[in-house]
């Protein structure tokens, strides 16, 4: 295919030591429009790259953030390895409009990442796990203050879970002890799932 027919792609994937290989492509979409791509910056290198859609203009609903993801799909020339995940929370959305959410995924080949409340919970879990069952995304956040002394979901201090990654997915997998739920329905995350691949 010659470049004149390619579809655009969104980022440059060539690597510095070998300049004809491309680098393989996270693209994640999510609710939040600023934490969640402040932190997955940790782990751009040179065998990944790693391309947040946020949310925007209040639009955060999760079939909002899927169609995002769709869209991305069509928009652009994905390769073979190129992995497209969904990642939304369970705080604030019925589950009857979280329900389609796994299929519509499967249907799509996307991958999906659930949160219970929070993404908030993933960030704390970098620091310590909880024996709470259920937790509201207020009371997560607050959690995640005390625990961290201050916390600014427009400015995360990322010197905060530099080295603690590995913990974080233990103290994930811990939690998340029914693997077939399409989402956790206690407190726990399956950002780990992803993390995994890309750290």
Partial sequence: MTLTTRRKRPLDRR???????????????????KTEKQYFSLFRNRRCQVKIIASSEGRSAPKYVLEQLKK??????????DELWLMIDVDRWPEGELAAVPSQSMQNNFFLAVSNPCFEIWLYLHHASTRKKSIS????????????????????????????VEKAISRAKKLDI?????????????????VKKVK
């Fill in 15 to 33: 690597t510095r030591p070998e300049p004809h290989r491309d680098a393989r492509l996270f693209v994640i979409a999510t609710e939040g429009e």
């Fill in 72 to 81: 991305f799909k069509k928009e652009y020339q994905l390769k073979g390895d």
């Fill in 137 to 164: 995304s207020v009371e997560m956040k607050q959690m995640l203050r005390d625990k961290l002394g201050s916390y600014n979901p427009s400015n995360l201090d990322l010197s905060q879970f530099v080295g603690k």
């Fill in 178 to 194: 029914d693997a077939a739920e399409r989402w956790p329905s206690s407190t726990g995350t399956h950002i780990y799932k992803f």
